[in-house]
């Protein structure tokens, strides 16, 4: 079965840090780019980082300076560090695969549960 299996969560503290995982399974072709999006109890998904085709990065403001983004030819990842108590949310990946024949396809993972405690 075609999907991204998400990895990495889980429960730290205040300052700690998470490397969050998003593994392209059953899937023939390599990520070109994708984001990580997340969404907070009670408020809409958004957008944590992305990454283009070219390597370029984009970054909403909260996670600038501590939200890392990359990628290899079969996972995204992001890599967390000074974490906030704010930042307690799920956190789902997407990803753009392209395959042998340069068709892209857009999937997403099934969140993974970030916890930030005091």
């Known amino acids: 079965q075609a999907q991204l299996v998400e990895s990495g969560g889980g429960l730290v503290q205040v300052g700690g840090s998470l490397r969050l995982s998003c593994a392209a399974s059953?899937?023939?072709?390599?990520?070109?780019?994708g984001g990580w999006f997340r969404r907070v109890r009670g408020k809409q998904r958004e957008m944590v980082a992305e990454?283009?085709?070219?390597?370029h990065t984009n970054y909403a403001d909260f996670g600038k300076g501590r939200f890392t983004i990359s990628r290899d030819n079969a996972t995204l990842y992001l890599q967390m560090n000074s974490l906030k108590l704010e930042d307690t949310a799920v956190y789902y990946c997407?990803?753009?695969?392209?395959?042998?024949?340069?068709?892209?396809?857009?999937?997403w993972g099934q969140g993974t549960q970030v916890t930030v405690s005091s």
């Open positions: 997407n990803a753009i695969i392209v395959d042998r024949d340069f068709i892209g396809r857009s999937y």
């Open positions: 059953g899937i023939d072709g390599r990520v070109n780019g």
């Open positions: 990454i283009h085709s070219g390597g």
